[in-house]
């Protein structure tokens, strides 16, 4: 990934730095307390040659740079080196907290060096320079020591190349320790700036996904309030005309018409209470809706009950249905029928539903004016093809040849998984 390629570890947080500050005090603190002590009990490892202050100034010049180890880790790790080997080169360097303080200085490169080709051979340099140092250091104390190895020596092997040996191993684990836990270090905080950018494109995702959902909910919805306001409405609006004009010549039937008209608003509250009432219940899913394609013939009836002339019928044999494709195929019928209704002024609406091999067919045919309810209905017909095309299927609407308006659509059915409608 380029963005972890190009990653570079931030800087040390203020509280960082002020740890650093303390550390780095206490470092010093430390050196000078230890060129005291071992000054003052004569086991100065080079003997005292050197004044106090002298040996006070080296051991305070190569801890005290520890105060910006992470801050600036590079510079920190070139002067405590420089001042290292400066020290031993007089014979005046304190040894104890000297090696911890190249030690954190090499770690602190590997860990937080930003420049990472950089980090790594600066860290080699030094390496390499402390041993090469050492030997160095091995000549000289070559042309000193005794034939018989320093007081004290066994013999049992050659005392020179005996602490060869030992200085090597311990600076190979020093040195190879600080650079491993340096290195760690910065992969540890990669992987944990990975797996917050993780965690982010997860949250933008889940963001994403709910907004989706959200969307698709609100179109869910629109779809199936306009499906059941915009049929009822219709109705009752035609049942109101009807009633007005009946209202003097034909008391019975206007009464019968505003009956109607009462019914279909109380339907028209209960479908909206249904869907209302789930919106209230955050989490809890979807009542499935008490409609089906059994409710077609009562679809049906209420529009006889409008005026029109309306016929419903089957053809093949009935298979149960998936609730859904059950559901989607009475909002067909049911959109079909209200644009008949509103926009095409139509006398007779024809409905049929054919139960093929792999389809279930609806088709609604009217008498009115096609152009209009194709002109009127863009919503609704958005929401039929939307409908349909969740299960694959097909719709075609249009003006038909020997006048009045058209919907068929087929719904696939998977014979092999179909359930009971419920």
Do not use: C
Not at 198 to 206: K, L, N, P, S
């Amino acid at each position: 990934m380029a963005i972890l390629d190009e990653w570079q570890r931030p800087g040390p947080t203020s509280r960082q730095r002020r740890i650093d500050l303390f550390i780095g005090l206490a470092a010093v603190a430390g050196a000078l307390l230890n060129v005291v002590l071992a000054r003052a009990s004569g086991v100065w490892v080079w003997g005292i040659e050197r004044s106090a202050a002298e040996q006070l100034l080296w051991a305070f010049a190569v801890t005290f740079p520890l105060i910006w180890r992470r801050s600036h880790p590079e510079a920190v790790l070139a002067v405590t080196a420089v001042v290292f080997i400066g020290g031993q080169v007089r014979s005046v360097q304190e040894i104890q907290f000297a090696s911890g303080a190249i030690f954190a200085a090499i770690y602190a490169v590997g860990a937080w060096g930003r420049d990472r080709p950089r980090a790594r051979w600066l860290r080699i340099a030094v390496i390499g320079a402390m041993f090469a140092w050492l030997a160095v250091a091995f000549l000289i104390a070559a042309d000193k020591m005794p034939p018989g190895g320093p007081p004290g020596a066994t013999g049992d092997l050659p005392p020179l190349l005996s602490g060869i040996v030992n200085q090597v191993l311990i600076n190979v684990l020093v040195f190879a320790f600080a650079y491993w836990f340096g290195e760690t270090a910065w992969l540890a905080a990669r992987r944990e700036h990975e797996l917050t950018l993780q965690a982010d494109e997860i949250g933008r995702a889940r963001a994403s996904a709910e907004e989706r959902a959200v969307l698709g909910e609100r179109v869910r919805i629109a779809r199936e309030l306009h499906d059941v306001v915009a049929h009822h409405v219709s109705v009752m609006g035609i049942q109101a005309s009807a009633a007005r004009r009946a209202m003097d010549r034909h008391p019975q039937a206007a009464s019968a018409a505003l009956t109607a008209v009462e019914q279909g608003a109380r339907t028209a509250v209960d479908e909206l209470h249904r869907m209302l009432g789930a919106l209230r219940a955050p989490g809890e899913p979807v009542p499935p809706a008490p409609v089906g394609v059994e409710h077609v013939a009562d679809l049906t009836a209420r529009v006889r009950d409008a005026g029109l002339t309306a016929e419903y019928a089957v053809f093949g044999d009935p298979v149960p249905l998936p609730a859904s494709i059950s559901q989607t195929a009475y909002r067909i019928v049911q959109e079909a029928v209200t644009n008949a209704l509103k926009h095409a002024n139509a006398s007779t609406v024809d409905v049929r539903i054919r139960y093929l091999a792999r389809e279930l067919e609806v088709d609604v045919a009217d008498d009115g004016r096609g152009a209009n309810a194709a002109a009127g209905s863009g919503l609704g017909l958005a929401g039929m093809r939307e409908r349909v095309a969740l299960h694959g299927g097909t719709v075609e609407a249009g003006p038909r040849s020997s006048g009045g308006f058209r919907v068929r659509a087929r719904l696939p059915l998977d014979t092999s998984r179909l359930v009971e409608a419920q």
